[in-house]
């Protein structure tokens, strides 16, 4: 079992960055495939980012490719997401989420494939 602990959320303008982090308990991090998800308010939760166990395949939502960047440090126990050029439509609670994987290679693009799930960290951005 995992813990997930988001941080890094906060109240920016538009066109600025943000950092996100989610730092996870155990000893068994770098076993997981690491997801970012966003719900804003009266909208379902949705995908923004994935990464693989070893860092080395990502997959991004369209409406965030070329703007937000997942990565993880699999020594910290740590995973992250920078968000550039932030847009007032960005504005949402921000969870991260991890799931085993044994394929090595996979990366999971929907909430329902995730088992472990953060309490979110809020993001707004103002126009």
């Known amino acids: 079992q995992v813990q997930l602990v988001e941080s890094g959320g906060g109240l920016v303008q538009a066109g600025a960055s943000l950092r996100l982090s989610c730092a996870a308990s155990g000893r068994t991090f770098s076993s997981y495939v690491m997801g970012w998800f966003r719900q804003a308010p009266g909208k379902e939760r949705e995908f923004v980012a994935a990464i693989t166990r070893r860092g080395d395949n990502t997959r991004y939502a369209d409406s965030v490719k070329g703007r937000f960047t997942i990565s993880r440090d699999n020594a910290k126990n740590t995973a992250y997401l920078q968000m550039n050029s932030l847009k007032p439509e960005d504005t949402a609670v921000y969870y991260c989420?991890?799931?085993?994987?044994?394929?090595?290679?996979?990366?999971?693009?929907?909430?329902?494939?995730?088992?472990?799930w953060g309490q979110g960290t809020q993001v707004n951005v103002s126009s």
């Open positions: 989420a991890a799931t085993r994987d044994y394929t090595g290679n996979y990366v999971y693009t929907t909430a329902a494939e995730y088992s472990y």
